[in-house]
């Protein structure tokens, strides 16, 4: 298990964690990693219509973001919300994201 | 006085209004149009150490996001922010970016 580098609670900022989430398909990521937090980058992203390099690349904007934790077990790519950090850093942000994005994402052909 | 082009109310998402916030400078003129609802660029702009052409970048962005009205008049580029629209499409999601934005801009060279 060798976790990948990430920024530290304290450094996390708000425009990086915008970003990674201002991506329809980031967004998605993270709505699925927060109602699943102890999965993989292969089990979150199924049924996603996007090229694996694309969404290597979005897995390492929301890690670098601050967003989610990955480890790598062997094949796998573990990955784990950082629910307790975002919501210590940025109280209130997540939960109204999370929600509008559910709610566009019925409408969308993401899901 | 001549509107520029907005998406309408019905048309916005909310990938490109978290686009539009997650820059600092952006999220800073944003914050800086709710609390003056009826100013101009020039005015909502002063003190940041940014290139005109970068600012004009920058409402463009908003605007095409649906955050803000902008209007020209004359020399004079008006900005009314869209608080109702955002509202009623994203309830609940600017107020924390605000207050989260605010929080920082303190701690950085911004303001």
């Known amino acids: 298990m060798r976790p990948l ?5 304290e450094s996390l900022t708000l425009a990086p964690v915008l ?8 967004l998605e ?8 937090p102890e999965s993989t980058c292969s089990v979150l992203a199924d049924g996603l219509d996007v090229p694996m390099s694309t969404l290597s690349n979005h ?5 670098e973001a601050g967003l ?9 790519r573990r990955i784990r919300p950082r629910a307790d950090d975002l919501s210590d850093r940025f109280p209130g ?3 109204p994201i999370l929600r509008l994005g559910a709610a566009e994402s ?5 899901v």
Chains 1, 2 share one sequence.
């Open 59 to 63: 897995w390492r904007v929301l890690r």
């Open 93 to 95: 942000l997540l939960d």
């Open 68 to 76: 989610i934790s990955m480890t790598v077990d062997g094949r796998h």
């Open 29 to 36: 990521l993270v709505r699925r990693a927060w109602a699943n």
């Open 19 to 26: 970003h990674a989430l201002s991506d329809p398909v980031r």
């Open 5 to 9: 580098p990430e920024p530290a609670r």
């Open 106 to 110: 019925l409408n969308s052909r993401l």
